[in-house]
């Protein structure tokens, strides 16, 4: 088996990297992020409060998401072009929190990491998740490059967008991830850390690729 896994806060381009990575050597990309973005989509169509763990475990139940040609799915739903809004992004970082989220979700991840060979992405991937994986990496990236990388996202799919706004927003959900009490953001201790700052998108697909072809599994 190889398996990879790919943590960092949110705008370093995980998810591109991550994706573009897995289709280069030819492995299956899982992104985590989008399962807890569908849960907080659910919750705020049904009217849940994310922070009301009973309800959130009550609307849990039958809910089910699954990976198709990198396409994630909600109940049978193509949700993954539903889920990248800021509304979207601060709701997961609430809803993550919980435990009873947390685990069914890690129980689905798992189970892919184990009878496939995957890219998998996410904040705690390395640390919780698969912490056996056969490659680590952590990657991240100066807050105003990333605000203004997710500013330019938006903009470019005709969304309208705030950087200050996106800024606060990103530092904040920095602070949820990396603060909460059940596997918080962080760097495992045998991860590849990379800043990708100053890389373009190609220059850090590359890092990444021979980075998981180094390890002798690719």
Known sequence: MLRVAIDGPGGTGKSTIAKAAAERLGLEYIDTGAMYRSIALKSIRNGVDAENEPEVVKMLEGT????????VYLDGEDVSGLIRTNEISMTAST??????????????????????NVVMEGRDIGTAVIPDAEVKIFMTADPNVRAKRRYEQLL????????CRIREEIEKRDYQDS?????????????IFMDTTE????????????????SGRA
């Open 199 to 214: 890389m373009s998108i190609e220059e850090n697909i590359e890092a990444v690729c021979e980075a998981i072809e180094s």
């Open 179 to 191: 603060h909460r009490e059940i596997n918080p953001l962080k760097q495992a201790d045998d991860a």
């Open 156 to 163: 470019a799919q005709g969304k309208p967008a705030d950087i």
């Open 95 to 116: 809803i993550s929190k919980l435990g009873p989220v947390r685990a069914k979700l890690d129980e689905v991840s798992r189970h892919i990491a184990s009878v496939k």
């Open 64 to 71: 089910t998401i699954d990976f198709n040609d990198n396409r």
